[in-house]
C-alpha cells in the first residue's frame, strides 16, 4: 500500500537533488511521491518503507523502495525490489549489494526466485541512491534495460540518473525531511 490514507506519515531519508540551482533534500515522501507521479510507476507501486517495516505479504503490488536501516535507525541507503508477474523478482542496489536481512527475507517469502546487480553504480561519497531507484523502476516496469548505466563510471552515472529523473518525474516542491533518517554515503555507513 503506498504512503497516505490511513498510513501514518514516514520519513526514511535524505537525497541530494538538485532544482533549479539550489540543493534541496529527499526523504521517503518526496520518494514516494516521486513515484506515483509517473503513471507506470503508480501502477504496482506499494510504497517507500524501512527495512523491517516491508508488509509480509506484497499481494499484487510488484514494486517497493526500501531503506536499508530499520525504522528506528537513521536510515542509511535506498534500494528498490521490482517483481515480474511470473513472481520472479529483480533486486537493485546502487551499490551492487545483495539484499540483506528483513529485505531478504521478504523478496525469498514474495518470490519464486531472484537475481541482483552486481555493479558498484554509484559513486560511494554521494547520496543519491533514492534517485538510482527510480530510474531502475521506471526503466524495469517498461521492460527496458539500464545498460547505460556502467559499472565504475559513477559521475556519468550520477549525472545520468539525475538528469533523467528531472525530465521524466515531476520534481517540484520538493519538501526538506522531516525525520531523523536519511541516507549516507557508502564509506561512512559500513
Same mark, same amino acid.
Given at each position: 500500500?503506498?504512503?497516505?490514507?490511513? /498510513?501514518?506519515?514516514?520519513?526514511?531519508?535524505?537525497?541530494? #537533488?538538485?532544482?533549479?540551482?539550489?540543493? +534541496?533534500?529527499?526523504?521517503?515522501?518526496?520518494?514516494?511521491?516521486?513515484?506515483?507521479?509517473? *503513471?507506470?510507476?503508480?501502477?504496482?507501486?506499494?510504497? #517507500?518503507?524501512? *527495512?523491517? +517495516?516491508?508488509?509480509?505479504?506484497?499481494?499484487?503490488?510488484?514494486?517497493?523502495?526500501?531503506?536499508?536501516?530499520?525504522?528506528?535507525?537513521?536510515?542509511?541507503?535506498?534500494?528498490?525490489?521490482?517483481?515480474?508477474?511470473?513472481?520472479?523478482?529483480?533486486?537493485?542496489? *546502487?551499490?551492487?549489494?545483495?539484499?540483506?536481512?528483513?529485505?531478504?527475507?521478504?523478496?525469498?517469502?514474495? *518470490?519464486?526466485?531472484?537475481?541482483?546487480?552486481?555493479?558498484?553504480?554509484?559513486?560511494?561519497?554521494?547520496?543519491?541512491?533514492?534517485?538510482?531507484?527510480?530510474?531502475? /523502476?521506471?526503466?524495469?516496469?517498461?521492460? /527496458?534495460?539500464?545498460?547505460?548505466?556502467?559499472?565504475?563510471?559513477?559521475?556519468?552515472?550520477?549525472? /545520468? #540518473?539525475?538528469?533523467?529523473?528531472?525530465?521524466?518525474?515531476?520534481?517540484?516542491? #520538493?519538501?526538506?525531511?522531516?525525520?531523523?533518517?536519511?541516507?549516507?554515503?557508502?564509506?561512512?555507513?559500513?
Amino acid at each position: 500500500m503506498a504512503f497516505g490514507g490511513s /498510513l501514518p506519515q514516514i520519513n526514511l531519508g535524505v537525497q541530494g #537533488v538538485t532544482q533549479g540551482g539550489h540543493q +534541496k533534500l529527499m526523504d521517503s515522501l518526496v520518494l514516494n511521491r516521486l513515484s506515483l507521479s509517473n *503513471s507506470r510507476l503508480r501502477y504496482g507501486f506499494s510504497g #517507500v518503507y524501512s *527495512s523491517d +517495516k516491508l508488509p509480509k505479504q506484497r499481494k499484487r503490488y510488484r514494486s517497493f523502495i526500501v531503506n536499508t536501516d530499520p525504522a528506528h535507525c537513521k536510515g542509511r541507503h535506498w534500494q528498490a525490489i521490482y517483481f515480474r508477474q511470473d513472481n520472479y523478482c529483480v533486486f537493485f542496489c *546502487s551499490y551492487g549489494t545483495r539484499p540483506q536481512y528483513d529485505i531478504e527475507q521478504f523478496i525469498i517469502e514474495n *518470490s519464486t526466485s531472484f537475481e541482483w546487480n552486481e555493479n558498484i553504480l554509484q559513486y560511494p561519497n554521494t547520496m543519491a541512491c533514492g534517485l538510482f531507484c527510480l530510474y531502475f /523502476l521506471w526503466h524495469i516496469s517498461r521492460g /527496458l534495460p539500464i545498460n547505460r548505466l556502467r559499472n565504475g563510471n559513477h559521475c556519468a552515472n550520477e549525472r /545520468l #540518473v539525475q538528469n533523467f529523473v528531472q525530465r521524466y518525474f515531476k520534481l517540484v516542491h #520538493v519538501p526538506r525531511p522531516l525525520s531523523l533518517q536519511y541516507c549516507q554515503p557508502l564509506s561512512t555507513s559500513v
